[in-house]
């Protein structure tokens, strides 16, 4: 089976973040890595696109280049990723989107409600793909709570409680480190910075697993910081469709903390519990029955976690593979969309562009919220 081509916006050397892309997209073998706009320094991107194995003249100097040295070509790359700071996300996946791209777009979406929506619109008229970089739901037991919940084995949900806190922009002495400030900069994050950044995760993971959207939400904001323009940590109160309530905590101040993204979900049959350092293991807890422990890799569980496992059990898998397993469900989809042909509605678990609207709209829902002292915020749609 060919390659498919793959292609890069930001991420540059040292990014840690299109690191992890770059692993995740070869990690089964389904994308090559093809063109490049990998800096805000042409000359540093160019590089390291060539080095990546690029060729000269798919190395581009920034996304406009880009976008138009792939138009041109009879072979264009089947997917672009876009892993640029918050505020360039729209106008990046907008261009290409129209131009008959297929695009994974790194979270939040965008930065406001409105062009959120538009995304999702132009995404619908080019007939493209567009998804959005939730990705730890593609982590093997992550999806195993989903499967099970969809099958009942958990009865009603009744509470989901959801965390991502971590201690690594506690240093006031990394005031103006340029890997910290951007992410308390209104102008480059929007009117968000943990919430966005972490809890937005935690949030989509929350509805991934219950098959609910947020409905309403009341949101506590503090910048625990002196001099930070957004928060640094929240607490939010949230309200499903399906009538579960939520509980979420994040920080960026929880100085002990590692990752400290966990899931709890409660319903009236059993709970279930994982945390994301510890991802081979899933706690399951029958009402009025002893937990267990579901390992990763292990006969019986779902389809869905099997198929997205990679390793024999007791191996761990982290997050390149969690990530990979998106790149999977887009390489799968771009293949029936070449060969056009229908996928089964369950069988692609990528998070697309309406779960990045939902995203954004809840992220402002929850700034509104704060900046009104914690009055519950209704979602729209």
Known sequence: MNKLTW???G???????????????????????????LDIDAAKGRDFAIRLGAAADRAYGDWREMLEGESNRPDPVDLITVATPNNTHFEITKAFLQAGFN???????????????????????AGRLCAVNYGYS??????QMRAMIAKGELGAVRLVVAEFAHGFHADAADADNPRVRWRYDPAQAGV???VADCGSHAL???CFVTG???TKLSADFASCLEGRALEDDALIAFRMHGGTVGRLWTSAVAIGRMHGLTLQVFGEKGGLRWAQEQPNQLIWTPLNESSRILERGAAGLSPAAQSASRLAIGHT????????NLYADLAEAIRAQKEGRSMAADAFACPTAEDGLHSVAAIHAAAASAKSGGAWVELEG
Do not use: N, W
């Open 212 to 214: 609910q959207t947020v």
């Open 138 to 143: 593609g982590y093997p037991l992550v999806r």
């Open 11 to 37: 991420g540059g050397e040292g990014s840690q973040i299109g690191g992890a892309h770059r692993v995740a997209a070869g990690l089964d073998g389904a994308f090559s890595f093809s063109a490049g706009a």
């Open 103 to 125: 695009v994974l777009c790194e979270k939040p979406m965008t930065t406001t409600v409105a062009e959120a929506e538009e995304i999702v619109a132009v995404a619908r008229q």
């Open 192 to 194: 968000s910075s943990v």
């Open 317 to 324: 898998e982290g997050m390149f593979a969690a990530f990979a």
């Open 7 to 9: 292609g890069m916006i």
């Open 204 to 206: 989509h993971m929350a």
